[in-house]
């Protein structure tokens, strides 16, 4: 939930966007409606959210079956080395996950998720490890990469802490795992949650980032797209002015008029910071649409991803040798335009309403 915001209009790049000046409640942020917290340890890490994602063999079967029904674009080509994905419900999201997913070929995977719940627990401007051995999927447990701890000893003093309670509660990067292994039975991953942090110590932690990544990939003589892949997740705009914790998000209206701005709006940022040739000023003009720049902890443009997206976009930057990454455009959707899978036969459902004065905004890019 969030308190009510006071919203302020400005320009950049030719496009209009809101600065958020009231303090928003990082108890939660606005990605975390309706979600469950996972207890902490240092074994199996449990699930926070079994509603909105699926967590049996059986209910990925039936939805990849009816999402096959429905239809999907099964692609071809070069595996991803970089990927956005949304997190929000399968009903909602559809068939974005398998069209961006597929493309993961690789069997470790470096998972970049948001870190909602930072705040509440007073973290802020290191990369966010965990110490359990696995997490749960469909099919059997994933296990943590030996390269998880590997990478973090590198960082450990400067860059990177380790908090089991906050990845026990944080949801993004649990939406990933039942599409991954379905893709392959047998991935492994590092997951890493990005808080705030402003653009300088983002670099910071991007470039060890990437440095410590590289330096464990050549221990084991992985390839990255053909061994190692990084995954980034991120729901786009949360948009409205109904059950939003008494927000007020919907800067164009939410008549239907309004509504085509906002997912003009959308498109705009897609197209200017994520798509086609991306590199550091990609992260920096990303950031500048989605993050006051007076105040790095507050939104212009509710993106929950507004610090772990340009965090792995400076990450592939400089696991690329400092050169750009190209980004393709999957697909854009929203939760009120998307086709919605049916779900609730399959012991699933939803964790916040679609409707034209609440919607979410769903990217799903991929890198090479």
């Known amino acids: 939930m969030m308190s009510k915001l006071n919203l302020k209009f400005i320009q950049v790049n030719g496009v209009t966007v809101f600065l958020v000046l009231a303090i928003i409640m990082a108890v939660t942020g606005v990605c975390t409606h309706h979600k469950q917290a996972a207890g902490p340890g240092r074994g199996t890490r449990g699930l926070v959210d079994t509603v909105g994602f699926a967590h ?16 999907w674009e099964k692609r071809e080509g070069d595996p991803w080395k970089l990927a956005l994905c949304p997190h929000d419900d399968y009903t909602y999201v559809g068939k974005l ?6 493309n993961i070929k ?19 401007d290191s990369i966010v490890f965990g110490s359990f051995s696995a997490w749960k999927g469909p099919w059997k447990g994933v296990p943590v990469s030996g390269a998880n701890m590997e990478i973090f000893d590198q960082l450990k ?6 908090s089991d309670t906050l990845q026990s509660v944080e949801h993004s990067l649990e939406a990933l795992i039942p599409f991954l292994q379905y893709f ?30 590289e330096n464990t990939a050549r221990k084991h003589r992985w390839e990255w ?47 200017s910071c994520l798509a086609g040739r991306v590199d550091t000023s990609s992260a920096r003009l990303f950031s500048s649409f989605t993050v006051d720049p007076a105040n790095y902890r507050e939104y212009r443009w509710t993106w929950c991803g507004r610090y772990c997206v340009p965090f792995a976009l400076l990450t592939g930057w400089y696991l690329n040798g400092s050169k750009p990454l190209n980004g393709e455009i999957i697909g854009y959707s929203t939760s009120i335009t998307s086709r919605h899978i049916p779900v609730d036969d399959l012991r699933m459902g939803r964790t916040a309403i679609a409707t034209n004065c609440h919607w979410v905004g769903y990217a799903a890019l991929g890198y090479r």
Request: charged content about 25%; proline content about 4%.
């Open 56 to 71: 049996l063999p059986w209910q990925m079967d039936s939805l990849m079956f009816r999402i096959d029904r429905e239809g």
């Open 97 to 102: 996950y398998p069209e961006v997913l597929q």
């Open 106 to 124: 690789a069997r470790n995977l470096v998972l970049i998720g948001v870190a909602h719940k930072a705040a509440r627990l007073g973290i802020a």
């Open 157 to 162: 003093h400067k860059f990177a802490i380790v």
């Open 184 to 213: 392959n039975r047998d991935i492994s991953i590092v997951p890493v949650l990005i808080p705030v942090m402003d653009a300088d110590r983002m670099d910071q932690c991007a470039k060890a980032f990437a440095e410590a990544l």
């Open 225 to 271: 797209g053909r061994d190692f892949a990084v995954v980034v997740t991120t729901d786009a705009v949360h948009y409205g002015n109904e059950d939003w914790g008494g927000a007020d998000m919907a800067l164009f209206g939410c008549d239907p008029a309004g509504n085509m701005r906002a997912m003009a709006h959308e498109k705009g940022i897609i197209d």
